[in-house]
């Protein structure tokens, strides 16, 4: 069964750290783009970061560029996504994706692409 499961939400106060963990069965994530997206109810999808070995590219939304970031473990078939500095505006439910190739950006919506696997979620809470 193809499939990437995530792990490490949880709650955190504000300025605190989480690192959150993709990982992939069934398939090789060194041929895909990985994408990490939040969403909260009510509110439209929001890319956050991507990695992408084919042309080595890197990319970060500005509101979480300097805080997090973005890492793949090729031996353990799993990307991380470690957050610094957590605000509670980083509130949201945090998806992982992958997609074959490359990461594609639109210069008005950010991350875009068709991603072809998702992670179930991991709800990150940031309070005091």
């Known amino acids: 069964q193809l499939q990437l499961v995530e792990s490490g939400g949880g709650l955190v106060q504000p300025g605190g750290s989480l690192r959150l963990s993709c990982s992939a069965s069934?398939?090789?994530?060194?041929?895909?783009?990985i994408g990490w997206f939040r969403q909260a109810p009510g509110k439209e999808r929001e890319g956050v970061s991507c990695?992408?070995?084919?042309?080595?590219?890197?990319w970060y939304a500005d509101s979480v560029k300097g805080r997090f970031t973005i890492s793949r473990d090729t031996a353990k078939n799993t990307v991380y996504l470690q957050m610094s500095s957590l605000k509670p505006e980083d509130t949201d439910v945090y998806y992982c994706?992958?997609?074959?190739?490359?990461?594609?950006?639109?210069?008005?919506?950010?991350?875009?692409?068709?991603?072809?696997?998702w992670g179930q979620g991991a709800r990150v809470t940031v309070s005091s």
């Open positions: 069934g398939f090789i994530l060194d041929y895909y783009a």
């Open positions: 990695t992408s070995n084919i042309d080595g590219m890197t």
């Open positions: 994706a992958a997609e074959w190739g490359v990461c594609v950006l639109d210069p008005g919506r950010g991350l875009a692409g068709e991603y072809d696997y």
